[in-house]
């Protein structure tokens, strides 16, 4: 069956896969930096219903739908911060309600290109260094250090600005998905014995 490859997310899933997530994300107007993502990442639920759905393919439509039947969805009992950097910013499955900004985060998402998780800490990391010299995080709008000065380069008006509201974001996550707490152990991992 068709649905077993388009759920699995490795790299080397089959190019019609990625298809498909263009077509669904089509359905998304509000969010356009998701693109990419299989949408079983995201917090978003995908419609199943109306005029924009019924420009998709049958095949398509009954996998939204059967999805939402058995409320498919990624949810991993313990995950690892590398999997936990690679997920996407935006529509976050661990961010709860009124996490973002529209416009306190145009910039992060156009100027910063914040796809991932990833982006977010090193857009904040900025933040943790900040002394009185020339190389140094200053937080204010002119601040003078390498990262800045880069950001700015790319047009962003207020790097401060917009790596305290990364590290906003970031500390928003449900704990599940927070970079800074670790998992429990449980003694299920897998060992030779």
Known sequence: MWIKPYLDLFPSRPNWAFIIDLLIH??????????????????????TRGPRVNTLPNEIKNLL???KQFNVSFTPIKISKDIKKQLPTWCHIGAPLKTYHKTKDKCLQEKHKSITVKNLIKTSKRLT??????QCHLPHKDCTCPPCKKDRQVGCPNPHKCAANAREILSKLT???????K???DS???MHQ
């Open 26 to 47: 089509n359905l998304n107007l509000n969010n356009n930096n998701t693109k990419s993502t299989n949408p079983f990442l995201l917090s978003w639920d995908p419609p």
């Open 65 to 67: 739908k059967t999805a």
């Open 129 to 134: 260094n900040m002394r009185n010299n020339s």
């Open 175 to 181: 704990p599940k998905y927070d970079m800074r707490t």
């Open 183 to 185: 998992p429990k152990k």
């Open 188 to 190: 299920l991992s897998l």
